[in-house]
C-alpha cells in the first residue's frame, strides 16, 4: 500500500469517527459542528484580544477604504480573466483548434486544495492554505470589531490536521435579517434602522424603524473587503521577500547537471551520480555542456581529468580517464516547422531530431545554432534527421535568407535541446540554464508596469515563463544553486522559505482576486450587490425595488461566472468526448 492509499484510508477512518460522535451528540456538546469530514472547532477565548487589536480604528477604517478600492479592481480584472478566457474558447471551438483535455482543465485542478490539485505540493501549499485562511478570517474579525459587530466565536478548522482558522460574525447584525440598513450621510437609506414588515391580510409592504444593530453598506463594504486586503498584503510581502532578499541570495553553480551513469561503468565506481552538477574539468570552470564538450574534445583516450561536481551544494573530486572520443550526437529537437521555408519543401517533419548538419555533429543547441550562423542564403546542405523509430534520413536543403538577419542561411524550424548529451568520461549530461532562469525570477517585479507581469505571476507555479511552470524548489533544482552571503548559514533551509514565501504569496493572491468576484456567497459578490442595491435604491427611491433587483442581477452574475468555469472544464470534452 502506497502512501497516498494510506492517507484516504486514514481520512475516510477518520471521517467515520467523526460521523458517530456527531450523531451522538459529543460534539455538539463542546461546540463542535461539522461540514463533511471538517470539524469547526469553536471557543470565545480570544474575543478580547480582538477588542484590542481594533483599538486603532482610524487607522484599519483606511486599511479597509483601500481593500474595498481594490475590491472592485480586482473584480474587473477577475471579469476580464473569466470573459476572455470564454471568448478563447468559443473562438477555438469555431476554429476546431479547441486544445484537448488536460490537467489544466481536470476539474480537481480548480480547486485551490493541496493533495487535490496536483499543481499544489502538499506541504508547501498546506502552509500557505493555513495562512491564507488565518488573515483573511481575522481580517474580517478585527474589522467587525471596528465597527461595532459582534464575534460571536473564533476557532480553527480541523481535518485530521489543522487546514485554517476562522471567525464567526454576527450574520444578523452583519447582513441583517432582511437585508436591513441604517442611514448617514454616506448611505443612502438615512439615519434610521429600516425593516420591512408585510401585512398577512392586504399583503402590503411597510417600511419601519427597528432598534436591532445591523450594519450599515459602507461598514458592510469594510468588513467584507478586508478579507480580501488581508491577503492581498500578505502576498506582496511574501512577494517582496521572494523576489528580492531570498532569490538574491542564491548563486548558480552551473548548467551543467549528471543525468545518466551506468552502473557497472568506471564513472560509477569513481563516485558520479545522477543530479550531480558538474563545475569543474582539471583546472577549466564548465558553466554549460558546451564548454564541456569542447575541453573534452581536445583530450586523447585514456587521458586522467579530474571532475568536480557538486551534491547538495558540496563540491568534491572524481578522478576518471577518457574512454571514448566518438561520441553519437543526441542532436536537437525540432519542435515545429515554419511554413513556406526550406525544410517544409524539403519534407523535414516536426518531432524528429536533426544529428548532423551540414556534416558537423549536433550536440547542442548551440552546435546548430553555430552551423546556421555561418551559412548564406543559396547554400545546399545535408540535414540528417532520426525519427522516434530511431531511423534516420538525409535531407538536402537549399536555404533561404533569415527574415531578421541579412546575409544568413534560414532553414526553418523551431527546435529545442534534444536532451542528454554522452560525453567521453562515461556518463550523460544535460542542461538547464539556471543562471538565466534565476534572473527571470528576479525580473518578475519589474514587469508588474504591464500586464504580462501580472498574468506571470497569476501562473507562475502552473505554466510559468513558457509552460513549464515554477512549482518552487525541488530536490533537483536546488541542485543548480548555493545560498551566499546572509543565507549562507541555511543552507538547503533558504530553499525551503522561497518554497514557502512562493506559495503564501501565490495562494494569497489567488484567493484574494477570487474572493473579488461578483458572486454571492463570495466577499466580492455581498459588496456588488449592496452597492447595486444602493445605486438602484438613489435612482428610483424604492426600497424593495432596489432590493429584488439588485438581488437578481448578483444572481445572473453568479450563474454565468459559475457556467463560465463549468465551460472552461467539459468545453474539449464535448469536442473530444469524455
Same mark, same amino acid.
Given at each position: 500500500m502506497d502512501g497516498i492509499h494510506i492517507a484516504i484510508a486514514i481520512l475516510l477512518?477518520? &471521517?467515520?469517527?467523526?460521523?458517530?460522535?456527531d450523531r451522538k451528540g459529543i460534539l455538539? =456538546?463542546?461546540? %463542535?459542528? $461539522?461540514?463533511g469530514p471538517? +470539524?469547526? %472547532?469553536?471557543t470565545t477565548k480570544g474575543l478580547k484580544l480582538l477588542d484590542k487589536l481594533a483599538i486603532p480604528k =482610524? #487607522? &484599519?477604517?483606511?486599511?479597509?477604504? %483601500?481593500? %474595498?478600492?481594490?475590491?472592485?479592481?480586482?473584480?474587473?480584472a477577475m471579469l476580464f480573466v473569466v470573459i476572455l478566457s470564454d471568448l478563447a474558447m468559443i473562438a477555438s471551438y469555431e476554429a476546431n483548434t479547441m486544445p484537448e483535455p488536460s490537467k489544466f482543465n481536470e476539474a480537481r485542478n480548480i480547486f485551490l486544495i493541496p493533495g487535490v490539485n496536483e499543481f499544489i505540493p502538499l506541504t508547501w501549499g498546506a502552509i500557505a492554505l493555513l495562512v491564507t485562511l488565518v488573515v483573511h478570517e481575522f481580517s474580517h474579525a478585527i474589522l467587525c470589531r471596528v465597527e461595532d459587530i459582534r464575534v460571536k466565536s473564533m476557532g480553527i478548522l480541523l481535518a485530521v490536521v489543522p487546514i485554517g482558522g476562522f471567525a464567526e460574525p454576527d450574520d444578523e447584525e452583519l447582513f441583517g435579517k432582511r437585508e436591513e440598513e441604517l442611514n448617514d450621510e454616506n448611505d443612502p437609506y438615512g439615519d434610521r434602522r429600516l425593516g420591512i414588515i408585510i401585512? =398577512?391580510?392586504s399583503e402590503e409592504k411597510t417600511i419601519v424603524k427597528t432598534d436591532e444593530k445591523v450594519a450599515t453598506r459602507t461598514q458592510r463594504a469594510r468588513i467584507l473587503a478586508a478579507g480580501v486586503m488581508a491577503n492581498f498584503v500578505v502576498a506582496f510581502l511574501a512577494f517582496a521577500l521572494l523576489f528580492g532578499p531570498v532569490l538574491g541570495s542564491l548563486a548558480p553553480l552551473g548548467d551543467t547537471m549528471v543525468v545518466g551513469v551506468s552502473e557497472d561503468g568506471p564513472a560509477y565506481s569513481a563516485g558520479i551520480r545522477e543530479d550531480m552538477i558538474i563545475t569543474q574539468l582539471d583546472d577549466t570552470s564548465i558553466n554549460n555542456v558546451n564548454e564541456m564538450l569542447d575541453y573534452l574534445d581536445?583530450?586523447?583516450?585514456? $587521458?586522467?581529468? $579530474?571532475?568536480?561536481?557538486? $551534491?547538495d551544494r558540496e563540491i568534491s573530486s572524481y578522478q576518471l580517464e577518457v574512454t571514448d572520443t566518438d561520441i553519437d550526437p543526441e542532436g536537437v529537437l525540432i519542435q515545429s516547422i515554419v511554413e513556406n521555408t526550406p525544410a517544409e519543401a524539403a519534407g523535414i517533419e516536426a518531432g524528429t531530431h536533426i544529428l548532423y548538419l551540414d556534416g558537423n555533429p549536433i550536440y547542442t543547441y548551440t552546435d546548430f545554432s553555430e552551423v546556421l550562423s555561418e551559412s548564406t542564403p543559396g547554400q545546399e546542405i545535408s540535414a540528417v534527421v532520426e525519427n522516434d523509430e530511431g531511423e534516420t534520413t538525409e535531407y538536402m536543403v537549399t536555404l533561404a535568407e533569415h527574415p531578421d538577419y541579412e546575409g544568413r542561411g534560414f532553414l526553418g524550424v523551431t527546435t529545442t535541446s534534444g536532451g542528454n548529451v554522452a560525453t567521453s568520461l562515461g556518463f550523460s549530461v544535460g542542461e538547464y540554464? #539556471?543562471?538565466?532562469? +534565476?534572473? +527571470? +525570477?528576479?525580473?518578475?517585479?519589474?514587469?508588474?508596469?504591464?500586464? #504580462?507581469g501580472w498574468y506571470i505571476i497569476l501562473v507562475l507555479p502552473i505554466s510559468g515563463f513558457a509552460g513549464e511552470g515554477f512549482p518552487g524548489f525541488s530536490e533537483t533544482l536546488s541542485q543548480f544553486y548555493v545560498p551566499v552571503g546572509w543565507a549562507e548559514p541555511f543552507g538547503i533551509g533558504i530553499f525551503w522559505l522561497a518554497n514557502t514565501l512562493l506559495w503564501v504569496g501565490w495562494l494569497n493572491f489567488y484567493v484574494g482576486l477570487f474572493n473579488c468576484l461578483p458572486a454571492v456567497p463570495l466577499d466580492g459578490g455581498h459588496v456588488f450587490r449592496d452597492s447595486i442595491n444602493a445605486f438602484i435604491y438613489k435612482v428610483t427611491g424604492n426600497e424593495e425595488k432596489a432590493e429584488n433587483v439588485s438581488a437578481l442581477i448578483t444572481a445572473t452574475f453568479a450563474m454565468m461566472i459559475?457556467?463560465?468555469?463549468?465551460?472552461?472544464?467539459?468545453?474539449?470534452?464535448?469536442?473530444?468526448?469524455?
Open positions: 477512518l477518520y &471521517w467515520i469517527v467523526v460521523i458517530i460522535l455538539e =456538546k463542546y461546540n %463542535i459542528s $461539522t461540514y471538517v +470539524l469547526m %472547532i469553536r =482610524k #487607522a &484599519w477604517r483606511i486599511y479597509a477604504d %483601500i481593500g %474595498i478600492r481594490l475590491m472592485f479592481v480586482g473584480m474587473i401585512d =398577512k391580510k581536445g583530450l586523447e583516450a585514456g $587521458t586522467s581529468v $579530474t571532475v568536480y561536481a557538486s $551534491t540554464p #539556471a543562471a538565466e532562469y +534565476l534572473e +527571470l +525570477l528576479k525580473g518578475i517585479p519589474g514587469m508588474l508596469g504591464g500586464v #504580462a459559475l457556467l463560465s468555469f463549468i465551460f472552461m472544464v467539459i468545453g474539449p470534452y464535448l469536442v473530444y468526448g469524455f
